[in-house]
Each structure stands twice: as structure tokens, then as C-alpha cells.
Nanobody, 128 residues
Framework: QVQLVEGGGGSVQAGGSLRLSCAAS????????MGWFRQAPGKEQEGVSS??????????TYANSVKDRFTISRDNAKNTLYLEMNNLQPEDTAMYYC???????????????????WGQGTQVTVVS
């Protein structure tokens, strides 16, 4: 069983930055597949980014909508996942969720069905 607790959300002006965090517990090694998702009111959930540990470092993926603005990373010693979000725009406003897929170590995508555990979400609001 993995427990995930997100933090770092808030309200920011367009062009600003936020860093989300996700503290994971309940699993001794956190190098498995993890990801960030978001859902805005009236819209489908979007897989924002994913990360897994590879032989030569972390392997990451990003949705086109956030590529070059968002950066996913993690601190394995702290069992914490991060999402650095820069140049935020009003369309980035959503509830952001952290997700974990401890069954997956050599594969990681942004499909909801890949992930078994979910956090409670943290709200990000970007005002113009």
C-alpha cells in the first residue's frame, strides 16, 4: 500500500511558477513509475508527466501542453516527487494529482490505467 500526500498548490499570476510536491510512504523503494495528472472542471483528466528510474538516470515523459515549462523530478532519499511548473498560464488551472505505479519499474507512461495509487490532489489556480 502506498500513501501519497501532495502539497505546494496555490494561486499564482500568469507567467509565475509553483513547485508541487508529493510525499510517498508505505513502500521501501520509490524508484518505480510515478506521475502527475490534472483535471480542470468540465474537462477530462490529463496525464501531465511521468518518471521512472533508468540505467542512466531518470526517464521522463511530458504532455505536449506542458513540455518545456514543467519539470518532473524526485528525491529518492526523501521519497518525494516534485513538479516544477514555470510560465504558468490560466489554462493550467486544475486540480493536480500525484500517482504511483509500484508494479512498474522499467515502463512508465501517462495513462491513468497504469497507476494504482493516487493522492488527494492539490489545487493550482492561475489568474491572468
Amino acid at each position: 500500500q502506498v500513501q501519497l500526500v501532495e502539497g505546494g498548490g496555490g494561486s499564482v499570476q500568469a507567467g509565475g511558477s509553483l513547485r508541487l510536491s508529493c510525499a510517498a510512504s508505505g513502500y521501501s523503494d520509490s524508484r518505480y513509475c510515478m506521475g502527475w495528472f490534472r483535471q480542470a472542471p468540465g474537462k477530462e483528466q490529463e496525464g501531465v508527466s511521468s518518471i521512472r528510474s533508468g540505467h542512466n538516470g531518470d526517464v521522463t515523459t511530458y504532455a505536449n501542453s506542458v513540455k518545456d515549462r514543467f519539470t518532473i523530478s524526485r528525491d529518492n532519499a526523501k521519497n518525494t516527487l516534485y513538479l516544477e511548473m514555470n510560465n504558468l498560464q490560466p489554462e493550467d488551472t486544475a486540480m493536480y494529482y500525484c500517482a504511483a505505479a509500484p508494479r512498474f519499474w522499467s515502463y512508465c507512461d501517462r495513462a491513468r490505467t497504469t497507476f494504482e495509487y493516487w493522492g488527494q490532489g492539490t489545487q493550482v489556480t492561475v489568474v491572468s
